[in-house]
Nanobody, 123 residues
Framework: VQLVESGGGLAQAGGSLRLSCAAS????????MGWFRQAPGKERELVAA????????YYTNAVKGRFTISRDNAKNTVYLQMNSLKPEDTAVYYC?????????????????WGQGTQVTVSS
């Protein structure tokens, strides 16, 4: 499985960005997916996750109510809509895929990773 993120860039505080992650292969629809981020000097953290069908989602507390994860299995793509951005959202954002159907919150479950896309939020 190859994952390619896009949509990162520079945004002002309060603004929005939409990240996309395009997956190769025919197994995308059977994999739970997640978005992680890593800021300089910090550990990588799970931001949001979604089950294979999109019926279940998870958000870390810091982004609840501001970010939305979604997927389009027909397009082999998962999205992260980021609204009301804050400077503390600045990080490299990574898309990741599991080998499971069910939503996953543990990093070790994610087997495939994209190369990351930089998101910078200015105050």
């Amino acid at each position: 499985v190859q994952l390619v993120e896009s949509g990162g860039g520079l945004a002002q505080a309060g603004g929005s960005l939409r990240l996309s992650c395009a997956a190769s292969g025919r197994t995308f629809s059977t994999r739970a997916m997640g978005w992680f981020r890593q800021a300089p000097g910090k550990e990588r953290e799970l931001v949001a996750a979604i089950s294979w069908s999109g019926g279940y989602t998870y958000y870390t507390n810091a982004v609840k109510g501001r970010f939305t994860i979604s997927r389009d299995n027909a397009k082999n793509t998962v999205y992260l809509q980021m609204n009301s951005l804050k400077p503390e959202d600045t990080a490299v954002y990574y898309c990741a895929a599991t080998r499971t159907l069910d939503l996953a919150t543990e990093t070790a479950v994610y087997a495939y990773w994209g190369q990351g896309t930089q998101v910078t939020v200015s105050s």
